[in-house]
C-alpha cells in the first residue's frame, strides 16, 4: 500500500470482526513500531500483545470500568450546529462500543514505558528533558500505520492508565525492588479487521493551524 | 513508496543538501501529521513553518545554544565494547553538526502544543489524563514517515524546549492575557534532502522487548 494513503486513511477503528489477527501481522506491525525514533535512541519501549481469550477479557474488564469512569468526568459537550452534535454521537456511541467489546478484538497491544523522574537519567543514561513521551507515541503511530497498510484497524487509547495498576498486576509487570511501578502504560491499542470501511478522518483543515515564519503568517 | 519501507527506513537525518523543499511536499507531510489521531480529536497541535532564510538563522543560533548545553549535561558514556562506542561517536558528531548548521536546513517545522494544567479540560472541553503528549507526537512522526516517502530527510528533536521562550518570542507566538505560554514546542523537525542515504536504523530486536499474554512470554 502506497505510504501517503496509509498515513492518510489510518483513523480510529472502533467496531472490528471476529477474524483472527495472524502473529505474523502483528511481528511487521512491531517492527515498524520498533524502528521509531526515540532520545538518544534508547528505545525505552516494550511491548505486550495480548490475544489469550482469558486474558483479552480480563483486561477488557478493566478497561470497560475505567472508560466508563472517564466519560462520566467529561464536561457536558455544547456543539455550534446539529450536525456537530451528530458527530459527536457517533464517536461517543463508537467510544462506548469498544470499550464494552474490548476484551472480544482480536489482539490488544499494551506499549509500556519505564517510569523516570523528571530530569533523572535513566539506565542508559539517557538524561530526559521532560519528554520522555516523544519516545513512546511514535511508536504507536508506526504501529497503527503499518497495521493499517495490511489492513487492520487499530485506535490509541489511554484510558486504561485510571486502571494501570490493576493491569500491570494482571499482566505480570514487574516493580521496582522498592514496589513502586517500574513501568507504565502508555496506550492500549486494539487490533482487528474493521466492521465498516477506512477512510479520511474529519480533521481541522491544516491551513488553519499552520503558520509560515512567523505565527498568523498564511501562504496561500 | 510502500508505506512498510516507508516505516522502516524513516531514521533521523542530521546532514542535508542546499536542495530546496517545495511548499507543496512541506503542505503533503502537514497533511499526513494532521490526520494523526488525538483525545477527543481536539488536534491541539499548530505547525511554524519555517523557510525564511533570516528566521531559520535565527532559530537555529537557539538551537545551537540548546544542543551544546543538553551535549554537556550528559552523563559520561560507557560501552561494552569498541562497534558500540564508535557507533555513539557517530551519532554525537552527526548531532553536533545538526547543532552547528540547523539555520541553513532548507525548512524547519515546530510542533506546538497548547499548555493545560494536568487534569484540567482544555478550551474544547477535552479532560487530559495526563497524555496530552498522545496527541501530538503521532503527528510528528506522521510528518516524517510523510517526508521519507517523498524523499525528504528529518529528525524529530526536543533539545530546542531548553529555550522555548525565545524561540516562541521570536516567532510571535502568542501568551495567555496572564503573561504565560499558552503553547509549548513539542518537536522540531529539520527538513531537507538528506546527504547520503536513507536506511534501516539500528535497534534492539523486537522480539527483546515484546511479551506475549504475561510478561517474559516468548513467542517462537
Same mark, same amino acid.
Given at each position: 500500500m502506497? *505510504?501517503?494513503?496509509?498515513?492518510? =486513511?489510518?483513523r480510529a477503528i #472502533?467496531?472490528?470482526? %471476529?477474524?483472527?489477527v495472524?502473529?505474523?501481522? !502483528? ?12 532520545g538518544g535512541?534508547?528505545q ?5 500483545v495480548?490475544?489469550d481469550p ?5 483486561v477488557g474488564?478493566?478497561?470497560?470500568q ?15 450546529d446539529?450536525?456537530? *452534535?451528530?458527530?459527536?454521537?457517533? =464517536?461517543?456511541?463508537a467510544? #462506548?462500543?469498544?470499550? %464494552?467489546h474490548?476484551g472480544e478484538v482480536?489482539? !490488544? ?8 523522574p523528571?530530569?533523572?537519567?535513566d539506565?542508559?543514561?539517557?538524561m530526559?528533558i521532560?519528554?520522555?513521551d516523544?519516545?513512546?507515541y511514535p511508536?504507536?503511530?508506526n ?5 493499517r497498510?495490511?489492513g ?19 499482566l505480570?509487570v514487574?516493580?521496582r525492588?522498592?514496589g513502586?511501578?517500574?513501568f507504565e502504560?502508555?496506550?492500549?491499542v486494539?487490533v482487528?479487521?474493521?466492521k ?14 499552520t503558520?509560515?515564519?512567523?505565527w498568523?503568517s498564511?501562504?496561500?
Amino acid at each position: 500500500m502506497d *505510504a501517503i494513503d496509509a498515513l492518510m =486513511t489510518t483513523r480510529a477503528i #472502533r467496531r472490528f470482526t %471476529d477474524r483472527p489477527v495472524s502473529d505474523d501481522d !502483528l511481528q511487521t506491525c512491531l517492527r515498524a513500531a520498533q524502528q521509531a525514533p526515540s532520545g538518544g535512541n534508547v528505545q525505552p519501549q516494550q511491548y505486550v500483545v495480548v490475544t489469550d481469550p482469558e486474558v483479552r477479557a480480563a483486561v477488557g474488564a478493566l478497561y470497560q470500568q475505567a472508560y466508563h469512569r472517564y466519560e462520566k468526568a467529561l464536561p457536558e459537550a455544547t456543539f455550534d450546529d446539529d450536525e456537530k *452534535a451528530v458527530a459527536w454521537r457517533r =464517536t461517543r456511541d463508537a467510544s #462506548r462500543h469498544l470499550a %464494552d467489546h474490548l476484551g472480544e478484538v482480536p489482539a !490488544l497491544v499494551l506499549f509500556l514505558q519505564p517510569i523516570v523522574p523528571w530530569g533523572a537519567a535513566d539506565e542508559q543514561g539517557h538524561m530526559d528533558i521532560g519528554r520522555l513521551d516523544a519516545s513512546v507515541y511514535p511508536a504507536v503511530q508506526n504501529f497503527c500505520v503499518a497495521a493499517r497498510a495490511l489492513g487492520l484497524g487499530t485506535a490509541l487509547t489511554t484510558v486504561i492508565r485510571i486502571h494501570s495498576a490493576e493491569v500491570l498486576e494482571l499482566l505480570g509487570v514487574p516493580s521496582r525492588p522498592d514496589g513502586l511501578p517500574r513501568f507504565e502504560i502508555a496506550a492500549l491499542v486494539p487490533v482487528g479487521y474493521p466492521k465498516g470501511n477506512f477512510g479520511v478522518a474529519p480533521r481541522k483543515p491544516v491551513a488553519a493551524v499552520t503558520h509560515w515564519d512567523r505565527w498568523g503568517s498564511k501562504r496561500a
